[in-house]
C-alpha cells in the first residue's frame, strides 16, 4: 500500500510538471498562478484520493495489528492446552505403571458344585469349603478347605451370603473370619414361623503376608444350598500398603 501512494505522489510531481511545461508552449509563461489555476482540480482529486487511501491503510494497520494480537493470544493458548495435555499423558502413563505393578487377586465362589441338602451339623465351629469356583485370579483361594490366603499386604474386601431353609433347629449361624478372629457373624431365628431365610454380611480388612480368610459355621448349625448357589463366598484386593 505504502508503494502505491509512492506512485501516487510521483505522479502527482509529473502532473504539476506536465502542467507547468504545457503553459509555458502553449500560451507563454505567466507565472505559478496560471499553472496552479490549470492543475488545481486533478491535484485536488488527487489529494483527496490519497487521503482516503491513508485512512485506508490505517484501518489496515490496525486490523493487522489487532490479528496479531488475537493470534499471539491464540498461541499462548494453544501452548496452554499442549502443556495440559502433556501433563494428561504423564498422569496415564503413571496409572499404567501402577496398574502394571498393582497384584491383581479377587475370587468368588460359591458352596456347592452339584446337588442340594444341608451342609452340618458339626460338632465344632468347621470353615466351609465352597466347591464351585465362578473365579480366582491369583489363585489364592483353596476350594479344598475354603480358606483364602493373602499373598501380598493390603486392603482387601470380602463379603458373603448365607442362607437357610429350616425350621427351628437346628438353625444357621455362619461369621466371616480373620485367622481366628470374628470379624462379622449373620444367623437365622430358630423358632419354626421362619423357613427359607437368608442373610449377608461384608468387612473391608487390612492383612498381612499369610493371614487367612474363610467362612466358619458354628457348631451344631446347618446352612442349606441347591444349584441356585444362595451360599456365596467374595473377596478381592483393593489396593496394597
Known sequence: MKEVLALLLLSLCCCLSRGLGDNRDSEG????GASLAVCLPDTCALFRELAAMKERLGTMDQTQAALKESFGAMGQKLGAVETKLQGSESQVEELKKVNTAQPKVAF????????SGNIGPFTTNTPLQYKRVFSNTGSSYNPATGIF???VRGM??????M??????????VVSLMKNSEKLVTTWNTDDSMNVHESASNAAVVQLEVGDSVYIQLWANRVVY?????????????????
Open 29 to 32: 509563461y505567466q507565472g505559478t
Open 108 to 115: 468368588s465362589v460359591a458352596l456347592r458344585d452339584s446337588g
Open 149 to 151: 490366603t493373602a499373598m
Open 156 to 161: 482387601y474386601c470380602f463379603r458373603y451370603s
Open 163 to 172: 442362607y437357610s431353609n429350616n425350621s427351628g433347629r437346628p438353625n444357621s
Open 225 to 241: 444350598d441347591d444349584i441356585n448357589n444362595y451360599n456365596t463366598f467374595t473377596g478381592f484386593l483393593l489396593f496394597t500398603v
